[in-house]
């Protein structure tokens, strides 16, 4: 049902088409930190039943027995039906006069679709045991992990009665029409706002595979392009970046980008020479990669903590290039060892290259509040800190770039040799999502080393491309450059 309110093309196509279904890495990641929180809510109820078994006619049948059999213990995955519409309820909860329905989420608030979820929840529960109340518990991301297993506090319960209270007379109605929308052909509907939202759609390329071609440089790479300027554009019947006229009025990065476009040229401010001429040597070029979990591992940590377990630096010195690194190891916090190790590396001179300071810097800073007499090093290093990120925003733009200074933006204008295309973890939500996968305790050994071998690469990449954007950035006069177009 929740498939039919965010797109009834997406409720035809599960039912119809599956085997055009695609989940992404990042939808498998959410699901994996849904059941974590999930095991977390069982486990605070330990006198609990389980609902097991794929089958939907067998979850059916046992729900009702153990209601039967045993209405004093709360029920896991409690399996209902009304209508035609089926619903398995995280947590059933037996009270004085019937049961509480809770719905467990790994987010940290409640949303719209949760209520719309919870709603219909309540409709299909509520024909078949007496509901006393509906709450949805969400994580408390001011919880503090205290160790030893107690996360009792992690989950934060919120009624959510008076909120579905005016959804439920809906709900009639939108099963009537879900069933009308099964009955028909395949609902013509042109992809949206709707394909991301609340969740990542799984049909997504079918959708998008049927839509004309893009242009090759879309009205959305000029920087913050919207408004006012992207409805004039749009009324010309204007939707590629190259047919913009010259007098067209941008500000002055969107005209920057427009103008490296319709040309054409690379175009590189020498000021950035200067800049970067004059810094001394050694050089740190410096990255890290965090993990960040709903249910927290180590004591002191609270969720979604953003927690360092690894970074890459290379150091240029006396024309030598040499590589350090640290990848977190075991199940222990590493934040100490992480921390000794990079201000070893790092000494006590020569710039800290970084790009887009804000994350490393503020890394520095908590590791500096949670290990205090290490915080006279760490400040240090944030003062030593350059970023090259404004550098190349200010000195730098290539058409390829379509108007985004993201290192993997960058990169390929700048050293082609070097790719992530052919990694086996190629971005910033991998390389999260890979440190999940490793300090989840049902992850193999075996894929464990495999993770930790791709993001060593993929780290190792990320700085090595620093030094090269640092190399080319300070490698001589203005030039303009042809691009084949």
């Not at 047919?243 to 941008?250: A, F, T």
């Not at 075996?446 to 300070?474: I, K, N, P, S």
Request: charge should be negative.
């Amino acid at each position: 049902m929740q498939a039919f309110r965010q797109c009834p093309k997406r409720l035809w196509l599960h039912v119809h088409r599956p085997e055009l279904r695609e989940e992404s890495a990042e939808t498998e990641q959410r699901f994996q930190i849904g059941f974590q929180v999930g095991d977390i809510a069982r486990s605070l109820h330990p006198d609990g039943i389980l609902i097991e078994g794929e089958d939907l006619v067998e979850a059916l049948a046992l729900t009702r027995r153990a209601l039967a059999e045993q209405p004093d213990r709360p029920l896991f995955e409690a399996t209902f039906q009304r209508d035609g519409v089926l619903v398995r309820a995280d947590l059933l909860l037996p009270e004085a006069g019937g049961y509480r329905l809770r719905e467990v989420k790994a987010s940290t608030r409640v949303k719209d679709e949760h209520r719309a979820d919870c709603a219909i929840q309540a409709w299909v529960v509520g024909e078949s045991v007496p509901l006393t109340g509906v709450d949805l518990a969400h994580v408390d991301n001011a919880f503090v992990y205290p160790g030893g297993g107690d996360y009792r506090g992690l989950l934060k319960p919120r009624g959510l009665d008076a909120d579905i209270a005016g959804l439920l007379p809906l709900i009639p109605r939108w099963v009537a029409d879900a069933r009308a929308v099964l009955a028909g052909t395949e609902p013509a509907i042109a992809p949206g706002e709707q394909c991301g939202t609340p969740y990542e759609c799984p049909f997504r390329s079918h959708c998008d595979a049927g839509q004309p071609p893009q242009p090759d440089y879309p009205l959305g790479c000029p920087p913050h392009l919207s408004g006012q300027r992207w409805q004039g554009l749009a009324e010309r019947g204007i939707a590629d970046v190259r047919d913009i006229p010259d007098d067209y009025p941008l500000t002055g990065p969107q005209a920057r980008v427009a103008r490296a476009i319709r040309s054409g040229a690379v175009e590189r401010d020498p000021a950035a020479a200067t800049l970067l001429s004059g810094l001394p040597y050694p050089r740190h070029y410096l990255d890290f990669e965090t993990v960040q979990v709903a249910v927290p591992i180590w004591p002191g940590t609270w969720p979604y903590q953003q927690l360092p377990v690894q970074w890459s630096c290379h150091v240029e010195a006396a024309g030598a290039l040499r590589h350090h690194r640290f990848l977190a190891e075991g199940f222990d916090d590493p934040r100490r060892a992480f921390t000794e190790r990079l201000i070893e590396t790092l000494g006590d001179a020569g710039p800290v290259f970084v790009y887009n300071r804000g994350f490393e810097v503020r890394l520095l800073r908590e590791l500096a509040r949670d290990f205090p007499d290490l915080a006279a090093a760490l400040d240090a290093i944030v003062g030593r800190v350059v970023d090259l990120l404004p550098i190349a925003q200010r000195h730098y733009c290539h058409p390829a770039m379509k108007g985004s200074w993201s290192l993997k933006a960058v990169l390929p204008t700048i050293a082609p040799d070097l790719a992530y295309d052919d990694l086996a973890i190629g971005d910033g939500d991998a390389a999260v999502g890979a440190w999940r996968e490793i300090y989840h305790p049902d992850t193999s050994a075996e894929r464990r080393a495999a993770l930790r071998a791709g993001l060593d690469a993929y780290c190792h990449l990320d700085t090595l491309a620093l030094v090269r954007l640092a190399a080319f950035m300070a490698n001589g006069p203005e030039q303009r450059e042809e691009e084949s177009r």
